[in-house]
Every structure is written in C-alpha cells, then in structure tokens.
C-alpha cells in the first residue's frame, strides 16, 4: 500500500503563512505527478497546485502569485508554500501523487485561516 505522509497543517491568521510536506515512496515520487488538493466543508475536492516529474509547476488560478509546489526528488518530498493565507483557504488538504489513471492520496491536513 502506497501511503503519502503529510504534514504542517494549523491555525494561521489572515496574511499568515504555511508550509505543507508530503512524503512518498521513492519509486512513486520520482515519476509521479505530485499535487495538492484542498476540501472546504460542503465543497467539493478541488486541485490547488501539482508539480510534474519533470518540475513543471501549475496553479489553480484562485492562488496564483500566493502558493508555490516545489519537490525535493533527494527526500522525495513536495511541497506547499501558502502566503497571504485568506479565511477562504481554510480546508484539508491533501497530497496526491497521479500518473495516468493511478491516484494515492494522503491523509489529509487542516489549514484553518481564522483571527
């Protein structure tokens, strides 16, 4: 079983920041495409930012200019840099590793952007 590790979630205050790590398997990390989920109560699943295998970043337009995905392929590991964190952004949020029709999740972390 393919288990992605994550970490760093919290309570952060408007403008705070975060930085989230997911940890996967080696054979995994290096060819799959890495991303980040976010799940707000009632909403559904929605794709924040992944990197590609070949570090090729894309962003879902709501955090554009505030997130940055980067991935560390020496500690297979990935990452979610949050800035400018808004109330809106409060979700859990999940790793996600995807190749074609293959999908592994993590366990997800709360973020939580409250004063």
């Known amino acids: 079983q393919v288990q992605l590790v994550e970490s760093g979630g919290g309570l952060v205050q408007p403008g705070g920041s975060l930085k989230l790590s997911c940890a996967a398997p080696?054979?995994?990390?290096?060819?799959?495409?890495m991303g980040w989920y976010r799940q707000a109560p009632g909403e559904q699943r929605e794709l924040v930012g992944a990197i590609t295998s070949g570090g090729r970043p894309y962003y879902e337009d709501s955090v554009k200019g505030r997130f940055t995905v980067a991935r560390d392929n020496a500690k297979n590991t990935v990452f979610l840099e949050m800035n400018s964190l808004k109330p809106e952004d409060t979700a859990v949020y999940y790793c996600?590793?995807?190749?074609?029709?293959?999908?592994?999740w993590g366990q997800g972390t709360q973020v939580t952007v409250s004063s």
């Open positions: 080696g054979s995994i990390f290096r060819i799959y495409t």
């Open positions: 996600n590793a995807a190749k074609g029709v293959t999908a592994y």
